[in-house]
Every structure is written in C-alpha cells, then in structure tokens.
C-alpha cells in the first residue's frame, strides 16, 4: 500500500482523531479500536510519507511540523464530508467560530446573530488568542477572532473593527466629564485590573509606569463584564476597550496615549469560501 492508499484509507482518519487528542488512550477510545491496531495505523502512514508524525517528551506526545501538516489536511477533509452531509440534510454548512468571550459579547455578537437567523448553523469555540489560532490550524474551526496584531502567514487574515481604549469611571468622578484624558491623569487612581498574567494588565502596567503615574489595585477581574461590573459597585475604575457596554452609573473618557486595539478575522486559505458570508455580516 504506497502514501496515497493511505491518505485515502481509514489512517487518516485516525490520525486526524490521535492529533486531536495527542493521547493513544484517549483516541483509541474515542475510535472505539485497540491502542496497538492505533499505534499500527499511525506507524504505517508515517513509514508511507517517510517522516515522522510526532515526537514522546516524557509523557507527553508533540506533533512534527509534519504532522501538523497532516493533522490539518486530515481535519479538512473530515470537515468537508461534515460540511457535505449537513449540506444534503441541511442545506448549509454549520460555521465554526473560535474567539474571546469578550469577542463574541461585544466586538462579533452581531455577526453571529445574523448568520445564524439565515439559517446557517454556527458553531462557537471559545478559546483565548493562542488557542483559537491553534483550532485554524487543526481545522477544528473555520475562522477565529483575534485582537492587537494579525498573525503571520500562511493565515489569511481581515480587520474588521478597531477601539480606543477607555477609562471605565463613576459618572460623578471629576474624571468623567472630560472629553479625553492621558495616562498622567490615571495618577493616584484605584484602577480594577485583570491579573498578572494577562497581557491586557502587563500592557496596562508598562504604559502607567512610562506615564510616572501612581496607582493601586483596587481589585483583580478576569473578562471585559466583571472589570465594569466591580466598577459599578464602586470599588475603583477600569480600562476597558471602546466596544465595551457600561452599566449605569459609567462614563467612558478615551485615553489618549493608548492604543486603539483592532481585532481582525482570521482563516485559512482552504476555508476562505466557508467565512464570506460571516466577513459579509461583519461589514453589515
């Protein structure tokens, strides 16, 4: 049996399930097949290509640069018989979406709507930036959202929206009535901040600190929602992108000496086809 029976054959498909899993247990179940008849599949079609599919670390198993290679051309091709099925039973493809929380509330929450009131079945991932490029690259999702910078090639990528970032403040703070501030003006200031390791906060601390303004953490909040929700209570204010609704009792400033942060639809080439009606939505 040379390389291309097997990339027609049933490894592929189990390959494609190993590389989802990258655990033979965990697949071998999910296949509902031995682990040693798995491990013979894999091992066949990595002496067929000539190259090795992936690497042990300890316990733990990576994929080659060309298994991932595989792993993507493996999950398009099973995403298009999914795709072909729901097309003969349900007359459109399902989309598969992988963004933020956030993302999904404030910045494409519209678009989702729309696509799915055309009768278009979306499917959600939520995943954070690393995740969601990681789900392109699978092919377990068609398109994802990301924010700051557009990812390198071969990803194709759109932008499709850019906020400034605001200072989230109680509307009876002396703050809340400027039409812009700058960062000096945040000096003194018991800001609600996410926690230490997300990159929203060390980006946040890096510009106060060039600013030489002096804050305290009145708080620590993961996610757009809980920053202005603690805020509302009144436990300090926030820095949160412009797209983001503010309970009552809010007022966004801009700030005018940080940056606008843009989000930007990414896919892969091969998908290009399934994203034009959800890019479409966007632009509406």
């Not at 493996?74 to 956030?102: I, K, M, N, W, Y």
């Not at 812009?180 to 390791?197: F, H, N, S, T, Y």
């Not at 106060?208 to 209570?233: I, K, M, N, R």
Request: glycine content about 8%; aromatic content about 6%.
């Amino acid at each position: 049996m040379n390389a291309r029976d097997l990339l027609e054959a049933d490894a592929l498909r189990s390959f494609a399930v190993f590389a989802e899993h990258r655990n033979f247990t965990a697949a071998a179940a999910s296949l509902r097949i031995s682990q040693p008849s798995l491990h013979v599949k894999i091992r066949k079609l990595s002496a067929a290509l000539g190259v090795a599919l992936y690497e042990r670390h300890g316990r733990t198993l990576t994929l080659t640069a060309a298994g991932e290679r595989l792993a993507a051309f493996a999950s398009d091709g099973r995403r298009r018989l999914d795709d072909f099925l729901g097309e003969f039973h349900e007359g459109q493809a399902a989309l598969t979406v992988a963004a933020g929380p956030g993302s999904f509330r404030w910045v494409i929450g519209e678009a989702i709507r729309r696509i799915s009131h055309s009768g278009r079945p979306v499917r959600i991932v939520t995943a954070d930036r690393d995740a969601a490029l990681a789900a392109l690259g699978s092919g377990s999702a068609d398109v994802a959202v990301i924010a700051h910078d557009p990812p390198p090639p071969p990803m194709e990528a759109a932008r499709i929206a850019a906020y400034p970032q605001v200072l989230a403040v109680d509307r009876r703070h002396p703050l809340a009535d400027r039409d812009q501030i700058g960062l000096a003006d945040l000096d003194g200031l018991a800001v609600i901040v996410p926690p230490p390791e997300r990159a929203h906060r060390r980006a946040l601390e890096r510009a106060l600190a060039a600013a030489g303004a002096s804050w305290t953490v009145a708080a620590e909040a993961d996610g757009w929602d809980l920053l202005v929700h603690f805020a509302s209570l009144g436990l300090g204010a926030t820095v949160v992108n412009g797209c983001v609704g503010l309970p009552e009792g809010l007022a966004a400033v801009p700030i005018a000496d940080l940056p606008s942060i843009a989000y930007w639809a990414v896919w892969r080439a091969q998908r290009r086809s399934l994203v034009t009606d959800f890019l479409t939505a966007l632009e509406q």
